[in-house]
């Protein structure tokens, strides 16, 4: 499989959306709605390159959708939105994506090891009204990071000032509890800014050239 795969992004967990949108500006973030505010259940915190932080309320889904994704094989999908929600405020999953628009390469490779996921064709429309699309594959294996492709339009800003001069990411570090890092080793080739700790899970995100924690913000 030639690689493409690279970190994507990281997953916080808030009661309130709108209280922890406030408080991250009021920080020095510029954050930015997934949809319109009154219907939005997760804010992005872009930067011009690298890793981007979304801060996750719940999934928004109906509860008809939700015994449909039962009904229909996706109990792996289901149970790894629990493993979310059962962090009620904090950091609660990690992703990789793909540099291209799909994820063949991706679905090949995990039929290979023999390993189930569940594949899904995603669109949203951002804040703006921009109509998005991606493509996700969610393992079977619920401690394992999830995979997207690239956005269809691109929605990263090309330029980016918080006002608080944070500009990327420089880490994230993950429990190896439970994480099966020989399939991760074999599909995340380039592994800067992945640093592999004891524990189980996302355990905190480091910033470029500042100590600023998002987990001490909100």
């Not at 493409?4 to 916080?12: F, G, P, T």
């Amino acid at each position: 499989m030639k690689n493409n795969i690279q970190l994507s992004h990281v997953l916080y967990r808030v009661q309130d959306l709108h209280i922890a949108v406030k408080k991250l500006q009021d920080a020095g973030f510029i954050v930015e709605y997934g949809a319109y505010p009154d219907k939005a259940y997760n804010a992005l915190i872009w930067f011009e390159k690298g890793i981007f932080i979304e801060i996750y309320h719940n999934s928004g889904l109906p509860v008809y959708i939700k015994w449909m994704m039962k009904v229909f094989g996706y109990q792996s999908v289901l149970e790894r939105m629990r493993q979310w929600e059962d962090i009620e405020e904090g950091w609660c999953e990690w992703s990789l994506e793909s540099a291209l628009e799909n994820l063949n390469s991706e679905k090949q490779f995990f039929e290979s090891e023999n390993t189930g996921f569940r594949f899904h064709k995603a669109k949203r429309k951002d804040g703006d009204g921009n109509k998005l699309k991606w493509e996700l594959l969610m393992p079977d294996d619920i401690d394992f990071p999830f995979l997207m492709s690239a956005y269809i339009p691109n929605p990263r800003p090309k330029e980016i000032n918080h006002p608080n001069g944070i500009v990327g990411v420089k880490n994230i570090k993950v429990g190896t509890d439970r994480l099966n890092t020989q399939v991760l080793n074999r599909l995340l080739t380039n592994q800067e800014g992945l640093e592999l700790i004891q524990g189980k899970g996302l355990q905190t995100v480091e910033f470029i050239n500042s100590d600023l924690k998002i987990e001490n913000i909100l």
